[in-house]
Structure formats: C-alpha cells, structure tokens
C-alpha cells in the first residue's frame, strides 16, 4: 500500500466524519461529537487544521490520479 492511498484513506474517513457531524447540525435533536484525533489537543476532524487539507488532497487526488475534473 502507497503513501497516497493511505492518505486517500485517512483523509475520506475525516470528510465522512465532518458530514456526519454536519447533518448531525441540520437534523433536529441530533448532536454528535467528533472524535479527537490527537491526544490532549482539541483537534478534532472538523478543525481547520484537518479538515482543509483533507479537503485539498481529495480534490487533488481525484483530479491527478483518476481524471475526474478536467
């Protein structure tokens, strides 16, 4: 396994969990917490320090690697 599948990996798990946590926002009476990733820290897949670069290498690697956006 290659380093850019495991962080194709890594990085879809964390946008998964950031949509989960976003329709938890939108539905009523619903409220999930995200998980931390680090411990002792309060980062959590919905920080921005996680969440924009999981973002980014999502939209990278469908773009490079399989074509999609062009």
Do not use: C, D, H
């Not at 964390?14 to 995200?34: D, K, Q």
């Amino acid at each position: 396994m290659s380093y850019i599948e495991i962080a194709f990996i890594f990085t879809a798990a964390m946008l998964v969990m950031v949509l989960v946590r976003i329709l938890s926002i939108m539905l009523p009476g619903s409220n999930v917490t995200l998980p931390i990733i680090i411990p002792f820290t309060n980062i959590n897949p919905g920080n921005a320090l996680i969440f924009y670069p999981s973002m980014l290498f999502q939209i990278w690697f469908w773009t490079e690697k399989l074509g999609v956006f062009l």
